[in-house]
């Protein structure tokens, strides 16, 4: 398989916090009509009610960030993380970001009526309800169900109900004509997506969720959950077929164990955006199975399965623009950092091996 060259900067931080989903089938309830006041349960347990639809919103993280942007709430954002600075016109809103998480200051200065916290902001969410702010904080998604409910609850909180719903058949419907362009594959090649430092990701991840939607099988979560660091003994017992890779490990498949590996011996590797792999959100989902699937089986694969938002978009209201998924990677941008955070110690781990690793330019 043909290595591609990358382009997109950033720092992978993974990992997972156990939390209380919200209630689903009140928000399906709720969203009915998508009045306010809504009250909903968030990962924390705690019961958060918003009176009346928040007109300014601040994202923690850039999974929500880009969620906001897919149900057509962009307008009501006003602070968002350095991460989500690909999201146009992000530019003009705030930027929350400290050196790890957010800066509560910052955050304050937004004036926010809601602050939605994802997963990686599980840090963050105490000191942001100590400065009297409101904050829904949503649980780890870790499947493609996941994302959907996640997107009908930001939906829900924000009053873009019809945007969620859309978003959401937009991302199904690309995620079920990727599903059929692999449906009949017998051999499924056996693959790993490595972190650096011998960490890799595992079963009950939204990585996995996406590798096993591309089409490959996750070696790591035969016997493996989450983000575990393995030792090169086990690396090259599970002998991956082929390698995900990001612009931060572009060269990873030429250091060991991974080049004594079948993959780095055959120079295998999926190239995908860090943003694409990282992000749980709809945008995410949709860019990576097209772009991981049209690699790992070029012969299988067309364009043509590709399903435009117009195609699902049934009301006359303004809809976000199409984001039709490519595998040219020869601009930059600033993606990074999306789904959730394992602890400090780890991510830190992570940036430090990933700093090693050569950035191969087009």
């Known amino acids: 398989m043909r290595r591609l060259s990358l382009v997109f900067v950033s720092v992978l931080l993974v990992g997972s916090f156990a939390g209380v989903t919200p209630a689903s089938a009140t928000a399906a309830t709720q969203a009915d009509d998508c009045s306010f006041p809504v009250t909903m349960t968030d990962a924390t347990g705690t019961e958060v009610t918003i009176e009346e639809r928040p007109e300014r919103v601040t994202t923690t993280n850039p999974s929500a960030a880009q969620t906001m942007w897919e149900i057509g709430g962009r307008s009501q954002v006003v602070g968002l993380t350095q991460y989500a600075s690909y999201l146009d016109g992000a530019e003009s809103r705030t930027n929350v970001s400290a050196s790890f998480g957010v800066n509560v200051e910052r955050v304050v200065s937004t004036n926010p009526d809601l602050v939605i916290a994802p997963n990686a902001s599980a840090g963050d969410v105490a000191p942001l309800r100590q400065a009297g702010l409101t904050v829904y904080h949503l649980p780890a998604a870790t499947t493609i169900e996941d994302i959907r409910t996640k997107t009908a609850t930001?939906?829900?909180?924000?009053?873009?109900?019809?945007?969620?719903?859309?978003a959401n058949a937009w991302m199904d419907a690309n995620v079920d004509a990727v599903r059929q362009v692999t449906a009949d594959a017998e051999d499924r090649p056996a693959a790993l997506y490595p972190l650096g430092g011998g960490y890799v990701a595992a079963d009950n991840t939204f990585v996995t969720s996406l590798i096993e939607l591309a089409g490959a099988e996750n070696v790591a979560a035969r016997n493996h959950t989450q983000y575990p660091q393995l030792s090169d003994e086990i690396i090259l017992k599970l002998d991956p077929e082929v390698l995900f890779v990001t612009e931060n490990s572009a060269t990873i498949a030429e250091t060991e164990p991974y080049a004594s590996t079948t993959a780095g011996e055959t120079n295998s590797t999926v190239s995908v955006r860090v943003r694409d792999i990282n992000q749980p959100a709809p945008r995410s989902v949709v860019a990576f199975a097209h772009n991981?699937?049209?690699q790992l089986?070029?012969?299988?694969?067309?364009?043509?399965?590709?399903?435009?938002?117009?195609?699902?978009?049934?009301?006359?209201?303004?809809?976000?623009?199409?984001?039709?998924?490519?595998?040219?990677?020869?601009?930059?941008?600033?993606?990074?950092?999306?789904?959730?955070?394992?602890?400090?110690?780890?991510?830190?781990?992570a940036l430090v091996c990933t700093q090693q690793f050569r950035r191969r330019r087009p």
């Open 154 to 166: 930001i939906g829900r909180l924000t009053g873009n109900c019809g945007g969620a719903s859309e």
């Open 292 to 294: 991981a699937t049209a």
């Open 297 to 349: 089986y070029p012969d299988r694969y067309d364009a043509d399965s590709y399903v435009p938002r117009s195609a699902v978009t049934k009301t006359s209201e303004p809809t976000p623009a199409d984001h039709t998924p490519s595998t040219d990677q020869s601009t930059t941008d600033a993606s990074g950092p999306g789904f959730t955070a394992v602890a400090a110690l780890v991510a830190l781990l």
